[in-house]
């Protein structure tokens, strides 16, 4: 009490301050961190746009004629004209094409079934069987749209068609194989972007208690007036901005690689992204105040790593998931913020109609953030 | 009474015990330092100095026992402590990828100082830092890197300041500055807590505390220290010390032989006996005898000796 007066003024925000700009400092100082963030999302959107081939050409085909007839020879000149088919092979029965589409041989199998011609023409609706391999999703995707255009500009020429312009006198039946979820590059995109966002947000959170436990800075900070929350928040912030950058190079070489449209509104989208960029880094920051050294954190982020990308929706559709995948795949913010990410993108989704899905983002948060700040160790005991 | 006491009392502590796993780091301790004292902490390596600063601060929670830093309940008030204290670690534990400045803002702004960014350029020019504010504190030597700790802890003025072995691997000189510093922060009424294992540190201190073993052995001044270790100590010079110091420790009543430049430091406890075993070497003239005081060093040691015999012996 002898000492000068003190020229405090204490508050919660200086400390959050405090936190904040260290981190910042330290993170722009650390080069590789700095370069991970930039380069990984960078690398595995360029990873993705060659691996997935947006304009497929010249896909192999098989032809199961079941009948001869100019309705069956007309549809396969028609698919010899455009560039996306090549005919390979001609099936004598469905076994052996549905070998070769196992084996690779063929991407698509088209079946002309018996009697076809004349259904047509009766107008019965006949069905054409067409058997994709989808595990080249898009491949198989911009194909099959393509079908039912090349097929009717080839009927159109033909006499003794019904006369009913507009619809098709034939159902295409698809068969997809190997992906059923149908992954197409619009969806690819918004889940990439929380996959990847997913992954980079825990690795940077999940080492950052750790890091201050083994390099010793914890004893001083611990002996500090300074509380878990105020430690928690000054940690996850300057990352949230890391998130948003992330999410902005994605987003942008979506648009302009893959044409992935925003129907929705950016800003919801902006909104939605900062959120989940929260829920995600303090996942990674409650794995840091549970793991006693960076390799445990890392390990424990792979673990958590694992059922996002498989029980999310990301890679297997969600409603086809058995019901205990379900409860799980609930737990994960990644499931909500692909949904709000699909529907904003993909359908142009407003805030009111993904209300349960933010609000589901929102309150993991705060549950992950409540165990994070108990979970955090004010000791060295 | 009770005010006035707690305003005179910087630290009071009784019967504290931490044991991890289950071997016992500190046994029982009690301890008073008055507000305004440069506090010695001396003890062997692995006496439990580093874990009794750390329960002191709420950094590590006592088993058993309890107290008052700066009035303030050890168990239950450590957030109120830790806004007063200034805990400076054993080990550099500050951030290395910080520059010196940014280390001393980051501090400034934990403990809400007005002016931030003044209050750590203040600092600087205080520490003789000037014009390496810039350097990362990874790159100072150890001397600076001690330097820059204590700035970081009196940055937010402390009423209580608690150092583990500041000046550990630091020059002379540089010891003697941050001595005249902590008599100098001391007069303005700071109270200190410094552990070390430097006798003349000791001797600058105006109480010391000795543990062994996790048990506080001894505490007063350095005077009291010395005069209560019941010490009869005689310094002998002569030709062979190294045989002659072996030859003195084989011989029942001398307690303790302790080389002291080119001379021998020999205790007893017991003073008849320690006559009685000198009585052949007196004789000896190739030998010249003279009676002195212990020195700190002396009582350390011979406490430390008594401590693990005992603590063996407590052993099944
Ligand atoms: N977190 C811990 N877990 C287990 N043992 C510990 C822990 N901290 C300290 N110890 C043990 O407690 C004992 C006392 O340690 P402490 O650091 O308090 O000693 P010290 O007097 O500061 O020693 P030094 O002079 O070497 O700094 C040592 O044997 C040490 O190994
Ligand atoms: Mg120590």
């Known amino acids: 009490m002898m000492n000068a007066p003190l020229r405090r003024r204490a508050s919660a925000f200086s400390r959050f301050a405090a936190m904040f700009v260290k981190e910042f400092i330290q993170l722009k100082r650390d080069r590789v961190t700095f370069a991970t963030m930039i380069i990984v999302p960078l690398m595995q959107l360029l990873l993705f746009g060659f691996a997935i081939n947006t304009n497929p050409r010249h896909l192999p085909t098989a032809i199961l004629l079941q009948e001869d007839s100019d309705i069956g020879r007309a549809i396969i000149g028609a698919l010899k004209n455009t560039s996306y088919f090549d005919i390979t092979r001609i099936a004598s029965t469905r076994a052996e094409f549905d070998g070769w589409i196992k084996s690779g041989d063929i991407l698509f199998g088209i079946e002309i079934p018996a009697n076809f011609a004349r259904a047509v023409r009766r107008g019965d609706n006949p069905s054409l069987l067409v058997v994709a391999d989808a595990s080249d999703p898009v491949a198989a995707g911009t194909a099959l749209g393509s079908l039912d255009g090349i097929i009717g500009t080839a009927l159109r020429g033909l006499h003794g068609l019904p006369d009913n312009s507009g619809a098709q006198p034939f159902t295409i039946v698809q068969q997809r194989r190997y992906n059923p979820a149908a992954v197409t590059s619009l969806n690819i995109v918004p889940g990439l972007l929380g996959t990847i966002l997913t992954m980079t947000m825990l690795i940077f959170t999940s080492l950052s208690v750790t890091r201050e436990l083994e390099r010793g800075t914890m004893e001083s900070l611990l002996s500090m007036p300074i509380d878990p929350l105020q430690i928690m928040l000054g940690k996850i912030t300057p990352y949230i901005v890391v998130g948003f950058v992330q999410a902005a190079i994605i987003l942008l070489a ?54 996002n990308i498989l029980l999310s929706g990301f890679m297997f559709p969600f409603a086809g998931m058995p019901g205990w995948a379900q409860v799980i795949g609930q737990m994960l913010p990644l499931t909500h913020y692909l949904r709000t990410v699909r529907g904003i993108m993909l359908k142009g989704a407003s805030a009111s109609d993904l209300t349960t ?14 165990i994070a700040v108990t979970r955090f160790r004010r000791t060295l005991d | 009474m009770e005010s006035q006491n ?18 016992v780091v500190v046994r029982n301790l009690s301890m008073t330092v008055k507000r305004g004292q440069i506090y010695g902490f001396l003890g062997p390596n692995g ?46 534990s500050l951030y290395q990828d910080l520059s010196i400045r940014e280390n001393l803002e980051f501090v400034a702004r934990i403990y809400g100082l007005e002016n931030p960014t003044q209050a750590a350029r203040d600092a600087i020019e205080r520490l003789g830092l000037k014009g390496r504010e810039n350097q990362l504190a990874s790159d100072l030597s150890g001397g600076w890197k001690q330097r820059l700790s204590l700035g970081a802890c009196i940055l937010p003025s402390p009423d209580l300041l608690l150092l583990d072995e500041p000046t550990a691997g630091v020059d002379p000189k540089a010891r003697r500055d941050f001595w005249n510093e902590i008599h100098a922060l001391a007069a ?56 002659l110091a072996l030859e003195l ?14 001379s021998l430091h020999v205790s007893g406890r017991d003073h008849p006996a320690l006559d009685q075993a000198l009585k052949g070497f007196k004789a000896r003239k190739d030998l010249t005898w003279e009676r002195s005081e212990p020195s700190l060093e002396d009582v350390f040691i011979d406490l430390m000796q008594r401590s693990r015999d005992n603590f063996v012996e407590a052993k099944p």
């Open chain 2, 6 to 23: 707690d305003r005179e009392i910087a630290i009071r502590v009784e019967g504290l015990t931490k044991s991890f796993g289950d071997k």
């Open chain 1, 254 to 307: 979506g648009v302009t690689i893959f044409a992935v449209p925003i129907d929705g509104s950016l800003a919801l989208l902006i909104g939605v992204t900062i959120l989940f960029v929260t829920a995600t880094l303090s996942v990674g920051y409650t794995f840091s105040t549970i793991a006693r050294n960076q390799l445990q954190a890392i390990q424990m982020s792979m673990m958590f790593f694992l059922p």
């Open chain 2, 188 to 243: 303005e009424g700071l109270t200190v807590l410094v552990s070390t294992h430097y006798m003349d540190e000791a001797e600058r201190c105006h109480e010391i505390a000795y543990l062994a073993y996790g048990e506080l052995l001894t505490h007063g001044t350095v005077a009291e220290v010395i005069g209560r270790s019941g010490l009869e100590t005689w310094t002998v010079t002569g030709p062979e010390p190294h045989d």
């Open chain 2, 47 to 92: 006496s439990g100095k580093t874990t009794t600063i750390r329960m002191l601060c709420g950094l590590l929670t006592p088993d058993s026992g309890q107290g008052t830093c700066l009035g303030y309940d050890i168990l239950t008030e450590a957030d109120r402590i830790k806004e007063r204290v200034g805990y400076m670690t054993q080990r550099f």
């Open chain 2, 249 to 262: 420790e084989s011989t029942p009543g001398v307690d303790m032989v302790a080389p002291f430049g080119t």
């Open chain 1, 357 to 370: 899905e933010i609000i589901w983002v929102a309150v993991l948060t705060v549950v992950v953030m409540s």
